[in-house]
């Protein structure tokens, strides 16, 4: 029997067999809460009673809490509280770092805001001062929340506080963890260079008086190469050299913190280098057993991650322009690459993720790109300049150097051969080789510490004329699948459990790439190990269902256990081996066949791997279970063992599929032609024989591998094969679009390019810098504006002439605007890729981009005119826009409509859509040659933007949607390609019929209708002719009647509704027949277009010719884009316009992509017009593993990055969606965000929530039985004390009347959106008064949804979690339009600085439920404003007892109807009259009218149990509808003091003995049925 609130016993226990982990379903929605004590992550290693018991938190209640900062005199600053704790709580006078719970509890409690910054002051605040900022800054970039917002309050004291930074280690001796939070800090505040005031500061230090610490040789080589550094080093040495004269206290140039911030740093670096694992520089010491140093002391911790961050300071450096220009060359001269290589530590086993991220510090050094031009080098200019420079140093040696004679007469291609090199290099003795290094090659200072070290001098040597290899060479090499090792890589591809502690040798996507190849490289290195994670997460699972072991008898693998998406191997057979194509060292292809038994599958688990298709991507898994000693060994030192350890398993490989067959060898789910449809059959027999493409570049590097160690030959040893959901496993063609690409030479249009990259004008690509030529300057805004009032009103600040048709009384829609050649821009500097290495790229802060939405004043012509008559036919006129846009939104589409790039910033509710409809329209009609895709990241958005377009003036047969998303258009015409070419076939044979009809009334041979070729000549021939002819006739009578008489399409016009001609006036049946003239030709333009159709016989070439030439709108999804590149490349596909939805949640490589979907053109891009729309305060593209979030920016969309940058956008002011007190809640993360009329004037809008007090509310969730927030498995938060009060609440409205359509149920967290559905499960879904809300969902996949009441659940009671993102918070609180509650712990949230905008405002309302059990939705006309005198529910008991007695008494209405039903049958039955009235239950209708109750066995089935304890309870059973009623002036019945019957009614403490079973129950419901039939 369903249970309807309190805590539920069927939750108690464990999952349901079958059920699997909890991510699988509602059915593990909680685990024993053992299960999870010895879970704590480190996000919940703070408890409420944690931080109100630690003395840190009294100390900020006491001096800088936001209620002591509020007060009249708030506390004054004491100095000496900030150095107290930097030494005790931050181990300021400890070799040991500090905790991080102490730093969280510091940055929870606002230490920055509220005390260390507003106290700050450059001439007083002493180093434990600077070094506290230092630590919470890092700590907020640690959690990813905005670190920098905290100063805006004292913007002006950031130089300053810079100032302190770069000069604090001066005099003084930092601790090994203080050097590591300060160079954490320096990181940070390089990679954020979108802010103004950082920027200025940190580009100093990376500028060119950084080139004072260069050897005097290297200085002047480089001078002498680059003119214009030469001068400005000279116009420096003159500005010191005038400053030390004035001044001789004045500190020189060589001096100052800019030339000298970076060497020091490097300096110390090399220093704790060569601490951390000595290298061995001596032959004795080399010789000797090297003694390993143990990395795992605290002290040598610090070091090693000093030395890990450091390379990670140095690669960043080096990735961007505006840092790598002047420190690449510092880092050559002082040869960091080359020593970090040879250091001891490079060497060391315990430091693989130093050598990795040396491995990812060489890749930028060798980067090829001008380091002072910004412009890529190309691969023949690498091999043409590493050419010239052997042949340099032969020169030198011929001349110079005698015993390398023979080296100097070489031929190059020996000269870079390492070994050649060394082997020569050893002639020379020491003395010489330091004297060539050094002052002849002046590639080693002379000075250097390492100068004496021959073996260091000689792999400098070696490094720098050596040749290296291509990295697009090594990517075309690089195996597409993940194998175990790097599976299991967790420096590459860390645990889902990240916390930002240490760094990864992972590239970093931020504001700014080097080139368009490098851009790609760092996406296809996360995107490809992005999948890596999610297919390890699959395998994991897989391997650990399907319960291998090993038979000790047959010493054969077997399995126990079952896994839906993997199945055993029978046999694995390679057929083919292909010879290597020229050119390449792989096979060119390698074949295999897999053959499995389906045979003990259920059957859909059967069809689906029978449903197998071509391109499916499968992994085989070799699985050798350890036995209990190989366990035991691998466990040793209590080491935590992954799954591939725990349960064995060997090789990973993945594979293509090419076809499968059934038994016989029949083909199954052929996309090919070669199985006919009339022959297909259903599958013979259970054994399924799949041919599969495996990798060749991983079969070559496996069979070298083997044939080099003698090892087994893995291909013999595979006995499982795993696949995976379609929609999640395509990734090998995602990777193979952007490898495709970085063989090619990528072309953005010029106005893009720079911007692209990050570099450059951010403005340059906005259609006011774009040339006038380009531009559009008239604009048919066709039915943009509703009234000329609408005109006027939308351009505000412009003078509007406007001009109205001739044949109008008052100027109505549609409109042309005529606008003003816009005044000439200030344009960049024609060689801003020159340039652009000098700044950061611009930033938020130095464009004021919302006055993009504001136009600059201007006169504007408008002018009226009177659409031509389109036909006689109602189908002929064209729909009509209804939309009354705001200014802001027609200054969208204008910018959308001409030519650059154009960014839409759409607050929730402000009409995105509508928007983006209303660009394509306008676009369509004034650019009807030139074709725009349309691209959005789910198919939900597309199809509702489709939908939308399919309902505006822009004709079918032009549209085309791509993609699996196409089949849920809520339309019956089918868009697809197929589909779309099917219905130009139809349509053809329609047009041709009225071809025939038009030829039968003219008198002509209807063979004139049998193609689209005799139509044409039938036109020509006979309807052009004729009504040639009838114009100029018409044209010579000019009277009333003539044309009424002359007109030669009467007959075929007859059906026309109305009177075609009235024969009064010429002027007006002269215009009726031309609409039917349209109508004519347009029917024979779209025979033309029909006429390909007719002519290309194969299904395939319609199909190309429709997506490649008709189509003039292509929709598809991002994903889908990428997974076809390669086949729009091959079809020749053009487009001019991109149009992307959703913009913010797109990964930037799938934003990318799309831009690049088509060819070249000598040279050029096609692309004229770049349109994203998006919100980027609202939730980014969804990355599963967080250290690609955290670390490496994955989540990054390009959208995002742009308005880093600082590139003009539109923001959309005004909502239309949710009440403007809800909108409230967030609308202070928007600049300006209004309300649209209709929130404000509309009913619904202004009327109160029936049954609530409040339209939101944010209900204090206290402990349910001692707990909060449970951890069933890691980062599966659950809440069942929120999740109960959730349901209930969603119970409540229900019994008023609302629908379960209108409801959703939201949550921060998987784990509590399992729980609330098994909740629902069992209180809800099978009774008929509640059914089930229209979703349960979580935040971040509701996004871009909405719903009129939204019961949201924040889970968390330790810490505040992910919600602390503002953008999920924006997310969360945007999705309601009538109402939203939620369900939270208040003191825990009130004290987080992110939210406290939105919470202020949240808890200024009671925290406990205020409800008017009385109302009904149907009934209530209470306003938005009048709380009224409700009911206080203090906790979840008493609202389960008032929830309870309200669904009692709807049972007992319900069942009351039931029988009155029954009886008014048997009454019908016995006298035959069928008008008997039925009698309605009251509150039924409102309740569940899609469930209403026909019968008492509906009523009563899964409801006894809580009518027993309603009955069992001792509440009042009294009608709610009096007992409850809050307006009432009578005191009100205590319905929901008694909290010990409450508990009862909701099952917290059943009374088991008192209460009636369910058989019990339904004998009595028989008794009363018995007795009614009697009556």
């Not at 070696?462 to 299991?488: D, G, H, K, M, S």
């Not at 067959?661 to 054994?687: A, C, I």
């Not at 939730?1179 to 690609?1188: G, H, R, Y």
């Not at 009671?1357 to 509650?1381: E, K, M, P, Q």
Request: glycine letters at 6%.
């Amino acid at each position: 029997m369903a249970r309807f609130s309190g805590r539920g016993r069927g939750f108690r226990g464990r999952p349901r067999p079958g059920r699997g982990k909890p991510q699988a379903g509602p059915g593990a929605a909680i685990v024993d809460q053992e299960q999870s004590a010895s879970y704590r992550p480190m996000g919940a290693a703070l408890t409420i009673q944690e931080i109100a018991a630690d003395k840190l938190t009294k100390i900020a209640e006491e001096n800088w809490s936001t209620a002591m900062r509020s007060k009249p005199k708030p506390p004054a600053f004491k100095p000496s509280i900030v150095d107290q704790l930097y030494t005790s709580e931050l181990n300021g006078d400890q070799d040991t770092a500090p905790k991080l719970k102490r730093i969280m509890l510091l940055e929870i409690s606002q230490y920055l805001e509220n005390y260390l910054w507003p106290n700050f002051d450059e001439r007083t605040a002493t180093y434990q001062h600077v070094m506290s900022i230092i630590l919470m800054v890092n700590e907020k970039f640690r959690e990813n929340v905005p670190a920098w917002d905290g100063f805006k309050q004292r913007e002006d004291a950031l130089p300053g506080f810079f100032n302190r930074v770069v000069t604090l280690k001066a005099g003084r001796q930092l601790r090994q963890h203080e050097k590591v939070a300060y160079l954490m800090f320096a990181i940070n505040a390089f990679q954020s260079l979108e802010n103004s005031a950082v920027r200025a500061r940190v580009l100093k230090l990376a500028s060119l008086p950084l080139w004072h610490a260069l050897s005097k040789g290297r200085l002047q080589l480089e001078l002498h190469a680059h003119e214009q550094l030469d001068k400005a080093w000279r116009r420096l040495a003159k500005r010191d050299a005038k400053a030390v004269q004035s001044d001789p206290t004045c500190i020189s140039a060589a001096k100052q913190p800019e030339a000298v911030f970076l060497p020091q740093m490097l300096d110390e670096f090399l220093q704790v280098l060569d601490e951390v694992a000595p290298a061995a520089d001596s032959e004795a010491m080399q010789e000797a057993e090297p003694e390993v140093a143990d990395l795992a002391g605290p002290e040598n911790k610090q070091k090693l991650l000093y030395c890990e961050r450091f390379v990670e300071f140095l690669t960043d450096l080096l990735s961007q322009l505006p840092t790598r220009r002047f420190i690449r060359t510092l880092l050559e001269d002082r040869a960091i690459l080359t020593k970090c290589r040879m250091s001891g530590l490079f060497q060391h086993p315990q430091a693989r993720l130093f050598v990795q991220l040396v491995d990812l510090f060489q890749f930028y050094m060798m980067f090829p790109i001008d380091d002072h031009t910004g412009d890529p080098v190309s691969d023949e200019d690498v091999t043409a300049a590493h050419y010239e420079k052997v042949q340099q140093v032969q020169r030198l040696f011929f001349k110079h150097v005698p015993k390398l004679r023979d080296l100097a007469l070489a031929n190059c291609g020996s000269v870079e051969k390492r070994d050649t090199l060394r082997k020569y290099l050893n002639l020379l003795q020491p003395e010489e080789l330091k004297f060539l290094v050094t002052q002849q090659l002046r590639l080693v200072a002379e000075d250097d510490p390492w100068a004496d070290r021959i073996e260091f001098l000689m792999e400098v040597m070696v490094t720098t004329y050596e040749r290296r290899r291509f990295q697009t060479e090594v990517i075309n090499e690089l195996p597409l699948y993940p194998t175990e090792a790097i599976l299991w890589d967790e420096n590459q591809v860390p645990d889902v459990h990240y916390t930002g502690e240490n760094c990864l040798a992972l590239p970093k996507l931020n504001l700014q790439f080097l080139t368009f190849h490098d851009y790609l490289l760092r996406n296809f290195n996360l995107f490809r190990l992005e999948a890596t994670y999610e297919i390890r997460e699959d395998i994991s699972d897989v391997i650990g269902r399907v319960g291998a072991f090993r038979d000790e008898e047959s010493d054969q693998i077997g399995f126990r256990g079952w896994a839906r998406m993997a199945a055993p191997i029978q046999e694995y057979t390679i057929i083919e081996v292909r010879k290597p194509n020229v050119g390449e060292n792989k096979p060119a292809d390698v074949t295999a066949d897999i053959v499995i038994d389906t045979t003990n599958m259920r059957g859909d688990i059967r069809s689906e791997w029978d449903e197998t298709k071509q391109h499916d991507v499968l992994f085989l898994l070799t699985i050798r279970p350890p036995d209990q000693a190989e366990l035991a060994v691998l466990q040793q030192g209590g080491a935590e063992l992954h799954p591939a350890e725990k349960f064995g398993l060997a090789y990973v490989r993945g594979c293509e599929v090419l076809d499968i067959k059934d038994e016989e060898g029949g083909l199954m789910n052929d996309f090919t032609g070669r199985v006919k449809r009339d022959e297909w059959h259903p599958p013979n027999g259970f054994r399924r024989t799949v041919t599969v493409a495996m990798d060749t570049a991983q079969y070559q590097m496996d069979i070298t591998h083997m044939q080099a160690t003698k090892g087994e030959d893995l291909y013999g040893t595979f006995n499982m094969v795993m696949r995976r959901k379609p929609k999640e496993n395509n990734f090998k063609a995602v990777l193979e679009s952007i490898r495709d690409l970085m063989n090619e030479d990528t072309v953005m249009p010029d106005w893009l390019h720079d911007i692209f990259l990050g570099y450059g004008d951010p403005a340059q690509a906005k259609y006011t810098h774009m040339p006038t030529d380009q531009l559009l300057q008239t604009i048919d805004f066709k039915d943009t504006f509703l009234d000329a009032g609408h005109l006027k009103g939308s351009f505000p600040g412009s003078e509007v002439h406007l001009q109205q048709g001739l044949q109008q009384a008052q100027p109505q829609r549609p409109f042309k605007v005529t606008f003003a050649q816009p005044p000439p821009q200030p344009q960049a500097d024609g060689k801003s890729a020159k340039k652009r290495k000098k700044s950061g790229g611009g930033g938020a802060e130095d464009a004021e981009v919302a006055a993009a939405a504001a136009p600059q004043s201007q006169t504007l012509t408008a002018q009226s005119y009177t659409p031509p008559d389109p036909g006689p036919y109602p189908q002929d006129k064209p729909p009509e826009n209804s939309v009354r846009f705001t200014p802001v939104q027609v200054e969208a589409i204008k910018s959308g409509v001409q030519p650059g790039l154009t960014m839409v910033v759409g607050p929730p509710g402000t009409g995105k859509t509508d928007t983006a409809v209303q660009i394509m329209h306008v676009l369509y009609h004034n650019c009807p040659g030139q074709r725009t895709l349309l691209i959005t990241h789910s198919n939900q958005a597309l199809n509702d933007l489709f939908e939308k377009i399919l309902e505006r003036d822009v004709p079918a047969r032009y549209l085309l949607r791509l993609g699996m998303g196409e089949q849920e258009l809520a339309t019956e015409m089918d868009f697809s390609r197929v589909g779309r070419v099917n219905a130009m076939l139809a349509r053809r044979l329609e047009l041709l019929a009225e071809v025939e009809k038009l030829a039968r009334q003219f008198g002509v041979a209807e063979d004139v209708a049998y193609t689209c070729e005799t139509a044409a000549h039938f036109w020509l021939l006979h309807v052009l002719s004729r009504w040639e002819k009838f114009l100029a006739q018409a044209q010579q009578k000019k009277t009333p009647e003539c044309v009424k008489e002359l007109f030669p399409f009467k007959a075929y016009f007859a059906d026309a509704p109305g009177t075609l001609f009235a024969g009064l006036d010429y002027a007006a049946d002269v215009e009726k027949a031309r609409g039917c003239w349209r109508h004519l030709r347009s029917m024979f333009q779209e025979l033309e277009e029909c006429r390909a159709f007719e002519l290309l016989k194969g299904q395939a070439d319609r199909v190309n010719y429709l997506m490649t030439k008709q189509a003039k709108i292509v929709a598809m999804t991002c994903t889908h884009a990428a997974l076809k590149r390669r086949e729009f490349l091959q079809l020749g596909l053009k487009y001019d316009n991109l149009l992307m939805e959703e913009s913010a949640q797109i990964l930037e490589i799938e934003t990318f992509i799309p831009m690049l979907l088509q060819r070249q053109e000598d040279g050029y891009s096609r692309l004229k017009r770049v349109i994203l729309i998006g919100d980027h305060h609202q939730l980014p593209p969804v990355v599963k593993n967080m250290a690609f979030q955290k670390y490496s920016h994955l989540d990054q969309s390009l959208f995002t990055r742009f308005i880093r940058l600082g590139t003009p956008y539109i923001q959309l002011n005004a909502q239309g969606r949710a009440r403007p007190s809800l909108a409230k809640l967030y609308n202070w993360r928007y600049e300006a965000l209004g309300d649209l009329p209709n929130v404000t004037q509309q009913e619904r809008f202004r009327k109160a929530n029936a049954g609530l007090a409040y339209d939101y509310q944010f209900i204090d969730t206290p402990d349910f039985e001692g707990r909060g927030e449970t951890v069933p498995v890691p980062y599966f938060f659950q809440n069942l004390a929120e999740a109960e009060y959730v349901v209930t609440l969603y119970q409540y409205m229900r019994l008023l009347g609302y629908p379960a359509e209108k409801i959703s149920m939201l949550t921060t967290y998987n784990g509590q959106k399992a729980l609330l559905k098994d909740v629902v499960e069992r209180r809800c879904a099978h009774h008929p008064a509640f059914g089930v809300p229209h979703k349960i969902a979580t935040v971040d996949k509701y996004q871009g949804q909405q719903n009129d009441y939204i019961l949201l659940s924040l889970v968390r009671t330790r810490a505040v979690g992910h919600i602390r993102d503002v953008r999920r918070l924006v997310v969360a609180l945007s999705r309601a339009r009538l109402g939203l509650y939620i369900f939270g712990r208040a003191e825990l949230f009130a004290n987080c600085y992110e939210l406290r905008p939105a919470m202020k405002q949240l808890l200024a309302r009671p925290q406990q439920l205020h409800l008017h059990p009385s109302e009904r939705v149907t009934s209530c006309r209470r306003n938005l404003n009048t709380v009224g005198k409700p009911i206080i529910i203090p906790g979840l008991p008493e609202l389960a007892g008032l929830v309870g007695n309200m669904a009692a008494q709807w049972e007992a209405q319900a069942e009351k109807q039931a029988m009155q039903t029954e009886t008014d049958g048997a009454v019908e039955e016995a006298t035959g009259d069928d008008d008997s009235p039925a009698v309605a239950a009251d509150g039924v209708e409102d309740a569940a009218p899609a469930n209403r109750v026909t019968s008492t066995d509906d009523a009563v089935q899964g409801t006894a149990s809580h009518r027993d304890a309603v009955e069992t309870s001792g509440a009042v059973q009294a009608d709610a509808s009096s007992a409850v009623d809050a307006n009432a002036d009578e005191p009100m019945p205590d319905v929901v003091g008694d909290a010990n019957a409450s508990q009862r009614v909701a099952g917290v403490t059943p009374d088991t003995d008192a209460a009636p079973s369910a058989d019990a129950v339904e004998a009595r419901r028989h008794e009363k049925k018995k007795a009614a039939a009697k009556d």
